[in-house]
């Protein structure tokens, strides 16, 4: 029987700093969170061990040090008590909340912008400095992301939109160009590993429109090359994926011009759980949103995820189809 890897996963920072003076201790504080590390314990941070992380960790250690303050860095494995998995979500956590915040900072610089054609000079010069902002800041959340939190795409979307505003001059309206459903047929839909509600509704909708016989593969969300018979969805650069305000699931409805009364309430579900920002109020969201958080939480698996997903969106498909008529 061959035994597991022993290999250390992570790397630990246990530091001590003194009380005084206090910008020191804050000073660390942001230093920690600039390298993505997140807190275990009380003065214990982790990180997934690379050479990135452990020569970030090392200047923090010099730095403490230098300060008066005293630090250790350990390469760990998590026998008892804490898993991986926890570790993990800690971090999906903290970088959700930083996409989230993005996010609304940008529907804040959106929502300020005129509804005429032209931007003043002045006012253009700030909202160009505020995209520049936003998207170094984006940017920087990306770089410690280490396992692909939700979030990511709906910023990207949300931003990307801001900046055509921007460019156009325009009132914010999003074009999307039709796509022939012919086309897509025969193909490998890519998507990121860990669906939840917009890529397990959106592979649901490409199966039940596009291509019933339809492939799906999950990989990591970092660095991903397709091949030449693949089309992504709801990733980074993927074909299919946020647009402005639009989750990926509103975006293939309208690229593949899908005209049924029934998406349309389903789409708005999906919006309200994915962007978290209450746009259509769907009284189905929040029991729709623990039904798919309890399918993520059971099943690993992302094949499995689909399969119990799928049949709760063709329930959901039936009652408003039915609810319509």
């Known amino acids: 029987m061959t035994e597991p890897s022993r290999d250390p996963r992570w790397l630990l920072l246990i530091h001590q700093i003194p009380p005084k003076p206090a910008y020191f201790r804050v000073k660390i504080w942001r230093r920690l969170q600039a390298v993505g590390a997140v807190a275990i314990k009380n003065s214990v941070y982790v990180v997934p061990k690379t050479d990135e992380t452990q020569e970030d960790f090392e200047w923090l250690l010099r730095e403490i040090v230098k300060g008066g303050g005293d630090a250790s860095i350990c390469e760990a494995r998590f026998v008892e008590g804490l898993e991986d998995d926890r570790v993990e979500a800690l971090f999906n956590a903290a970088r959700e909340a930083d996409y989230r915040q993005i996010a609304e900072e940008v529907r804040r610089v959106g929502e300020a912008l005129p509804r005429r054609p032209e931007i003043a000079g002045d006012q253009r010069t700030h909202v160009e400095a505020d995209v520049a902002r936003l998207s170094r800041r984006l940017a920087d959340v990306i770089a410690i992301d280490f396992f692909g939190a939700p979030g990511r795409e709906a910023a990207e979307g949300l ?92 975006v293939l409805l309208a690229r593949l011009a899908i005209d049924d009364p029934a998406m349309r309430p389903i789409a708005e579900v999906v919006h309200d759980i994915d962007l978290k920002d209450g746009k259509f109020g769907r009284p189905e969201a929040p029991g729709i949103d623990r039904l798919i958080a309890g399918i993520a939480m059971g099943h690993r698996d992302d094949e499995s995820r689909l399969e119990r997903g799928s049949a709760v969106f063709d329930d959901l498909y039936e009652y408003f189809s039915r609810k319509r008529g």
């Not at 047929?185 to 890529?199: C, E, L, M």
């Not at 291509?211 to 074909?239: T, W």
């Open 159 to 250: 931003l990307a939109g801001l900046e055509a505003r921007v460019r156009s001059r325009g009132d914010g309206g999003t074009s999307i160009a039709a796509d022939r459903i012919e086309d897509l047929r025969g193909r490998t839909w890519v998507t990121r590993k860990g669906i939840h509600i917009d890529r397990m509704a959106s592979a649901w909708l490409i199966r039940r429109v596009v291509d019933p016989d339809a492939r799906f593969k999950f990989v990591s969300g970092k660095g991903y090359r397709p091949e030449g018979s693949e089309l992504r969805f709801d990733m980074f650069e993927a074909e299919f994926t946020h647009e402005g305000d639009l989750c990926t699931f509103e």
